[in-house]
DNA sequence: GCAGTGTGCTTGCAAAAGTTAGCAGTGCGT
DNA sequence: ACGCACTGCTAACTTTTGCAAGCACACTGC
């Protein structure tokens, strides 16, 4: 193959490596790669097959699409957000409020990054207003009282269940951070130990 | 390589080379593949590469994430979590991060419908288990009064979710920035850059 | 200084993917 | 009968992927 069609994949592959705080033998070992192999990958000079890219993306805790899309196997076209609309609101997996949370959310990406684009100076914080604003239609006020206060503690519900997920993806943020630094010192205790053997086994 | 794991591959190729009224050489040809090659793979003999694959769906028209799914390089069984996963990792209009914080909340939703489903008793919360009873017994409304407190509480937790994960990415960001590794990192970086270049202007 | 450990990379090689040249069989026209 | 075109496949070969062994360098502790 005169010029390998890797895309950004090894740039990529490195920096999510880094990312994650792990050495390139680190990784190699995680992910059941050889290291060198591992090293001429993110040096653009092989071309992996999508099984050695699953391996990687599972070793690095990330999705095998998003290194399928830097290694040009998916084709990343949407413009629009009209499929990752339609994508989350035809999911049989999660129910309705899930899907009004992804889309709110995926929405207030959107806009902070148009308005990025914009280069306007963007506010503290730019999803909060369009949040309240849903949240007061929502109210409907003029309805009965009853009605009113029964809302209003569905929402508190709501609050309490999206508190609970905000600090589990918190947690999780701060597990994985801290994570590869143990691993980091875990592995290399392991290493430490496979390299005597390793060693003992050469010299024999 | 003793087993292929090409799963259904073959026969499904075949079977849609057939269905498109293309004798094997006709179908190598528009694929810009050779026809004993096809003939391999449909016999289960190779497992060609993503590449192959995609040139083979665009000769036969068809998606080449079919191809994927049938070549187990995409998973079928989790299809639906798939068009999702694929959706939001292709979108344009937002970044890597936002698109990983996206996945994180769809799948802790998935899970916690899955948990929801299986009706698995978690021991280790106590706390967690009577709030999503408590849901779910809203949706088959058995008792009016305490079923609409709860739908209403739910919802406001779903509008707080947007507001706390937003918070969460921002402080995501900044601890990013703040994170002084990656001033180390960067160092690295720059050693990497000068070393590689080194070794391409010996590899020419 | 040394030894030990870690890092990323080079080199040679085996295995697998993928191609080229050609074979055997089938159907059709003369 | 023959020749021709088409079919799918075999076998030898080439190219690429992926690995094992080892190198050079950096860092740390004695």
Chains 1, 2 share one sequence.
Do not use: C, W
Request: no cysteine; charged share 30%; net charge positive.
């Amino acid at each position: 193959m005169g010029t390998l069609n890797v895309g950004n994949l090894g740039e990529y592959l490195r920096e999510q490596r880094r990312n994650a705080q792990l050495s390139l033998r680190q990784l190699a070992d995680a992910a059941g790669v050889s290291n060198p192999y591992l090293s001429q990958i993110e040096r653009g000079l092989r071309k992996p097959s999508a099984d050695i890219l699953q391996q990687l993306a599972k070793a690095l805790r990330i999705s095998a699409e998003t290194l399928y899309v830097q290694a040009g196997i998916l084709d990343e076209r949407d413009r629009d957000g009209i499929e990752v609309r339609t994508a989350i609101l035809t999911d049989a997996a999660i129910n309705e409020k899930q899907k009004q949370v992804l889309l709110q959310i995926y929405e207030s990406f959107r806009r902070e990054n148009a308005a990025a684009a914009d280069a306007v100076p963007v506010p503290a914080r730019p999803p909060a207003p369009p949040r309240r604003t849903a949240a007061r239609p929502a109210g409907q006020g003029p309805g009965a009282g009853r009605a009113g206060q029964k809302k209003a503690a569905a929402k508190k519900a709501a609050a309490k269940v999206a508190d609970a997920v905000a600090e589990t993806v918190v947690a999780r943020s701060r597990a994985l951070k801290a994570i590869p630094a143990r691993e980091k010192q875990h592995n290399q205790d392991e290493r430490v130990i496979k390299r005597r053997e390793g060693d003992d086994v050469v010299g024999a």
